[in-house]
């Protein structure tokens, strides 16, 4: 197996990020480890967090393939497939704000919602081409959304297979017109993502349960692009006593605090639920 552990560079890893660290790394027995850093978000991202993502999982013992790929290093990458996506018909420019969406959301009196919230409203999917392209020319700020609805007929029917729960018939039409390029960034999560596993070679991805139904979205994405279809592993979220998924935020269990408070490497392993 080639598997892969893909934090982004946003705060110290904590508990949950050891274990699905361990886990992926457990999933590779013999095949291949690697580590992918994912900061695409550049207004988030820290060069401090990438050189403790470095320090805490050696500390924890777990060893990666050099060199290790660094998403905002790749621009052109993601640019090609956004380039291929564009050339079928299936992206347009999305001028709205946030405030648009939710005047429209608003106006409409109903809001369906999907996986990451609020479904995206179309204002933009149908402008008229001169207006789209008097807006981009007068340097708007615009991401780039799929048209689902064309994508996802283009694609027709699509499965994919998850280890823990089975055969999966994808359903990326939860999302609606997701971005694949946002105004900040010229990639978004869900591009980035299936565009690097593919280029990378990961036959398994492993990840938190919390991005089990993302799947959908990258699965429409790796038939429009002609990309190879890997197995996943959508695992549990540990979470702290009281139930509470581990965040950013938590600083008292981050691998940087348990270390400094005295833990051994041993010990943490064993508190993510690994021996
Ligand atoms: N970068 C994502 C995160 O830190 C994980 C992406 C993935 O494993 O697909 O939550």
Known sequence: MITRFAPSPTGRLHLGHAYSALFAHAQAADGRFLLRIEDIDTGR??????????????????????????????????????????????????????????????????????????LYPGLCRALPAAERAERMAAGQPFALRLDMGRAAARA?????????????????????????????????????????????????????ADLFAATHVHRLLQALLDLPVPDYHHHRLLTDETGKRFAKRDRSLTIESLREAGHTPAEVCRLAGFS
């Open 45 to 118: 991202c820290r060069p401090e967090f990438v050189d403790g993502i470095f320090e805490d999982l050696a500390w924890l013992g777990l060893e990666w393939e050099s060199p290790v790929r660094r998403q905002s290093e790749h621009w052109d990458d993601y640019r090609a497939a956004l380039a291929r996506l564009d050339g079928m018909g299936l992206l347009y420019p999305c001028f709205c704000t946030r405030k648009d969406i939710a005047d429209e959301v608003a106006r409409a009196g109903h809001a369906p919602h999907g996986p990451d919230g609020v």
């Open 156 to 208: 027709g029917t699509l499965h994919w297979h998850d280890r823990a729960a089975g055969p999966q018939r994808a359903a990326p039409e939860l999302f609606g017109d997701v971005v694949l390029a946002r105004k900040d960034s010229p990639t978004s999560y869900h591009l980035a993502v299936t565009v690097d596993d593919a280029l990378q070679d990961v036959t398994l991805v492993t990840r938190g």
